[in-house]
């Protein structure tokens, strides 16, 4: 049985159509991504299968179970971490963790024992006496998660969960949803960031305006580009115009938007031609730090499938 399967999903608020027939198949035990941008649909069709929401149209099911009929038992066995933490900022670590384990039914010492588990499990012991106000945005990040698995769920709902977090708090994350899964907790996992689609999914939905435009593992959704990428990083960003101008002529194909202004990405449709067009490029004076030959990223996908990047799309949805 699927843990989530949709069929036609739709949303709208006035004359937006948030979510516009939205067919999603997710296997129990993955994590399975939603990507896109901001104003994609991506929060919206979370809270339609958190029972949040109510769709406007087509059907979802939840472990089995209709989410306009069945509610009130989806909720009891889904958890839900947002964009914004939901923990109380003037308790500490601990006293959050407590208070959840009494209040989902744990008791007096399972509640303590829970907690301490997880302060433990997701490196929070040193700071469990401290104030949540005083926590960095990674440690209420871990917190907030940690909150949302005080009753391990056989669903958890993960909305953007490393935004505005550094490097190394991501990775955590990151790890910290792969011990969940590998523990039998399914994820449904929303994210504007391809590498993070790329590092924990094994399928990916790729939204866009509302709309579920590709989907498939992330090696399935990069070979679809249908072509390899060349990428060359240049010494100086100021020839960047010129050695795309060079490589797409070489190559005779076409140049891929790089958010790099000292990188240069061309598709190249025969690989054996990379390396003559690289010593062209090195022949006309134009100084490279480096390149490589490789699948598409994902990023790249998305481009090639919307025709704009990923941070192209403001809060309502509208191509800036």
């Not at 003037?90 to 829970?114: F, V, Y």
């Not at 994350?173 to 999914?201: F, K, N, P, S």
């Not at 990428?231 to 101008?245: G, I, K, M, N, Y």
Request: charged share 25%; aromatic share 2%; net charge negative.
């Amino acid at each position: 049985m699927l843990a989530i399967e949709t069929h036609g999903l739709v949303k709208t608020f006035g004359e937006t159509r948030a979510v516009d027939g939205v067919d999603l198949s997710v296997e129990r035990g993955s994590i399975y991504g939603v990507l896109g941008p901001n104003g994609a649909g991506k929060t919206t069709t979370i809270r339609m299968l958190a029972t949040l929401l109510r769709p406007d149209a087509g059907s979802a099911n939840v472990l089995g179970l209709d989410v306009a009929s069945d509610s009130g038992e989806i909720r009891r066995r889904i958890s839900m971490t947002g964009q914004i933490a939901s923990v109380d900022e003037e308790l500490t670590g601990r006293e959050n963790l407590r208070l959840l384990g009494k209040l989902l039914g744990l008791g007096r010492k399972g509640a303590a024992g829970r907690a301490d588990e997880l302060l433990e499990g997701f490196g929070l012991s040193d700071a469990a006496g401290k104030l949540v106000k005083h926590y960095s945005g990674g440690m209420r990040r871990r917190l907030d998660i940690a909150a949302s698995i005080v009753v391990t769920p056989e669903l958890l709902f993960l909305d953007e969960p490393t935004t505005g977090l550094d490097p190394r708090s991501r990775n955590q994350v990151w790890d910290i949803v792969r011990a969940l899964v590998g523990q039998g907790t399914t994820v449904l996992l929303c994210t504007q960031y391809l590498d993070e689609a790329d590092q924990l999914a094994s399928r990916i939905a790729v939204i866009d305006r509302g709309k579920v435009i590709a989907e498939g593992t992330p090696a399935e959704l990069k070979s679809s580009v249908g072509k390899s990428v060349l990428h060359v990083r240049l010494s100086d960003a100021a020839t960047r115009d010129e050695a795309e101008r060079v490589l797409v002529q070489e190559l005779g194909t076409e140049a891929i938007e790089a958010a790099d202004q000292a990188a240069v990405a061309v598709g190249v449709p025969n690989p054996d031609r990379a390396a003559e067009a690289v010593g062209v490029l090195a022949d006309t004076g134009v100084e490279i730090a480096g390149f490589s030959l490789g699948q598409p990223s994902l990023d790249e996908v998305f481009l090639a499938l919307t025709g704009h990047a990923a941070s192209e799309i403001d809060q309502d949805g509208e191509v800036m």
